[in-house]
Every structure is written in C-alpha cells, then in structure tokens.
C-alpha cells in the first residue's frame, strides 16, 4: 500500500490557465481521501497527475517515497474510476473485471476466486453472467470498481463516481465505497463536488478553489472549524448566514460587533476577544449557521418570517430581517458552469478564456463587502414548526458560542486552529 504526498505541485495547461497552485498535502496509508470543490476547481486535474496522465508543470509527487513526477501511468500501479464507468459492452460482468488479469496474464484459480470474492463484496455476484447493456446505472459502476480494484492496486482514484446516479442509489453505493475500500486497506483519492458525499465519506477531506487548497482535516474538523468564509459556506447545508459587522473594542463591554442597530458582544473572558482587538473600527462577517439561531423573545436579530420550507427532519425560515449578508450562492457557483458540476465544460472555458471574455485570473476572494452579493433572508432551523406563521415578526438569538468570524480577505480572524 502507499502514501501518496504532493509537495508544492502546479499545473499550467498549455494555453496558459494555472489549474493547481503550490498544491501540497499528504495522504496516509490506506487513508480515504476526498478531494472537493465547484465544478472547475482542479480536482480532476490533481487526480490525472496522480495518475500520470497530465504532466506535473512544477513541484513534486511522491508515491510510497519514490519521486514520481516521470513515472509512466502503466508503473504507478494506480486504478481509476470515472462518473461513467465506461465497460466493454461485449464482455459479460465476469469478463470485465477479469479482463486487467488477462492483460497481465494471470488466469490463476485464486485469480478467478478473487472475481468472485470482489464481486460477493460489490453486490453483484448475482450478474456475473449478465452484459453490461442489461445492469442499471449502479451496477455499472459496482462493476467498474471490481474491474478497477481485481489488481490490488496500490492507490484508488475516483473521480464522480456516483455523479451520475440517482439520489437514493448514491447513499446506498457511497456507503458501500466506505466500507470497500476500507476493508480493502487500499489509499484512495476521492473527488466529488457534493459536501455530503464528502463529510459521509471521508477519513480526511481537502477543500480547494480555483485551484488552491483551502482547508483540509477530517470531516468535522473542517466543518467545526472551517479555515476560511469559503469553506463554512461551502460545507454548509442549509447555507450558512454571512452578515456583515462592524467591530468596536470597549474598555468596559469587551467586544462589541454590531449589525445594523444590534449588537452582538464578546465578553473579554472570551477566547475569541483578544484576537479581534485589533480589528476595532472595520468590518469582519460574522458565519452564523442555521442552528445556531432560536426564536427568543429578547433574540437580537429581529425580522419579518418569509416562508417556512418543510424539510421532513425539520423547518428552515426565511426571515428579512434588513440586515446586510453575503450571498453564499455566490460560492457554490464559483465559475460559469454551463454543463452543471463534473460536466466536461472545460472547452467552453477555454473558448471564453481566448476570447477574453472570460477573465484569465479572477481574485480569490470575489464575495466583497461591497454590497454586490447580498442575499436579503436570515435562515434558520426548526425542528418543529413550533407555531411560525409566514408574515409574522420573530425575534432570534444568536448563540455566540457558535459563531465564526472572517475578516475581509476571507480568512478566519478568531483563528483557533486545530
Ligand atoms: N486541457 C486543458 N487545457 C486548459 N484548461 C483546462 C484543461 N483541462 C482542464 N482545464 C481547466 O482547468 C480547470 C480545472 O479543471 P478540472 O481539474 O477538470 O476541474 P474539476 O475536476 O474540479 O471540475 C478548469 O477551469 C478547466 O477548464
Ligand atoms: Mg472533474
């Protein structure tokens, strides 16, 4: 088995776009990473330089220690599975997953008893006969897995697998991937655009944009204690609130954030207070998740209800509540992505690119506090619909506990990093 580490890797495509920049992280042993982010964000083109199937512009990839940046894809001992697992429709489900053996030569009986074992351990022992035009969409890909892993490859990739099923057959094969390359010991590198798929899956997730990485740690890590207003955003179902505050340090008050008329304060027995001293007089955004809000009649934030959405396991409401916030939408849908996530619109990118139309190099941090991505409604949950009418006034508190702070360029301001 083997550690996979990139150290400092870039990628610029030939018509000049820089998709990875100074990329470094380290994968364990057996470990089963995911990597995520919007549509565009590089994470297929990390995977094919793992792989050896796009040239590393500069920086440096290790496999089990050995320098691999010039390895051929055919000695990396690598298997990999895309959205459309695409197999030989000619072959039976047997025929597929045996047919890596065949090309190395090995028609052993053990060879053959691992078919079956791989395939008891897929769900699809049952069409071992069948040809590939006769499975559904899920068996596709249980059968280009078993194809991909028969070889005991040392390392795993996956680019989307599951994008292309449907919702209730992605939950069912996600946890089954879990549990498969787990017991299997196999180092894996996941990539997927969907935060649940990420937080379900992952021993550790890494989170990039625009082709840097901006976080990385185990699922709760990264949600708990999100490294920047990207990644809280990005993690966050329902969105996260991302309201805009003034900071005023008082001698007597401690911290005092202020929203609109509210105000919000930070006691200086607080942690988090003395770090943000120094921001007294600007702004920072406050990331204020949907459960960390409850209608409370002193509440601070004070607004008008405008819908209740009924989501089975709880309610979300929307409230106007006249206070500034940044759109988070605006960090879902990083770039113009005509063909949805995982599409394959990099043509049209690189059209636009050339026809500058589309700018070479767009800022990292685009939300601003300019006012452009505003999104008007504060949400919060409810487990139950506790009596809320739409059009009503409710008063929220915030549990202060809970909150994160950001600072202009996105960062966190009241940084305590695992
Ligand atoms: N061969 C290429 N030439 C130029 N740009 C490319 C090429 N392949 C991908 N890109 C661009 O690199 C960026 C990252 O692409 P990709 O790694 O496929 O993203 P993701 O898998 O995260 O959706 C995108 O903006 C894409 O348009
Ligand atoms: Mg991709």
Known sequence: MTEVVLDAVNKVYPDGFHAVRDMSMRIADGELFVLLGPSGCGKSTILRMVAGLEEI??????????????????????????????????????????????????SSPAAHERIVELSRALGIEETLHRLPSTLS??????????????????????????SNLDAGLRTELRMEIGAL???????????????????????????????????????????DD???????????APPINLVRATVRAEQNEGIVLGLGDQHLRLPWTDPRAASLVSWHGSFITLGIRADALRPAPDGLISGRVRTMEFHGHEWLAHVEAGISLVDTEAFRDDEPSPAGPGGDDGLLRRLLRTAGILAEETPVERVSHDGTH?????????????????????RLAVDTDRILLFGEDGGRVDAVRR
């Not at 959205?83 to 030989?88: I, M």
């Not at 021993?203 to 990385?216: E, K, N, P, S, T």
């Not at 999100?226 to 966050?236: D, K, R």
């Open 57 to 106: 512009t500069s920086g440096r990839l290790w496999l089990d220690g050995t320098l691999a940046n010039n390895l051929p894809a055919r000695d990396r001992n690598l298997a990999m599975v895309f959205q459309n697992g695409a197999l030989y429709p000619h072959r039976n489900v047997r025929g597929n997953i045996a047919f890596p053996l065949e090309v190395a030569g090995d």
């Open 137 to 162: 969409g899920g068996q596709r890909q249980r059968v280009a897995m078993g194809r991909a892993l028969i070889r005991q490859p040392n390392v795993f990739l996956m680019d989307e697998p599951l």
């Open 181 to 223: 390359v787990r017991s299997l010991g196999v180092t894996t590198l996941y990539v997927t655009h969907d935060q649940t798929e990420a937080l379900t899956l992952a021993d550790r997730v890494a989170i990039l944009r625009r082709g840097v990485l901006q976080d990385v740690g185990t699922p709760q890590q990264v949600y």
């Open 226 to 236: 999100p490294a920047t207003m990207f990644v809280a955003a990005f993690l966050s």
């Open 374 to 394: 505003r999104r008007a409604d504060v949400v919060f949950r409810l487990e139950q619909r506790s009596g809320i009418a739409v059009g009503q006034t409710v």
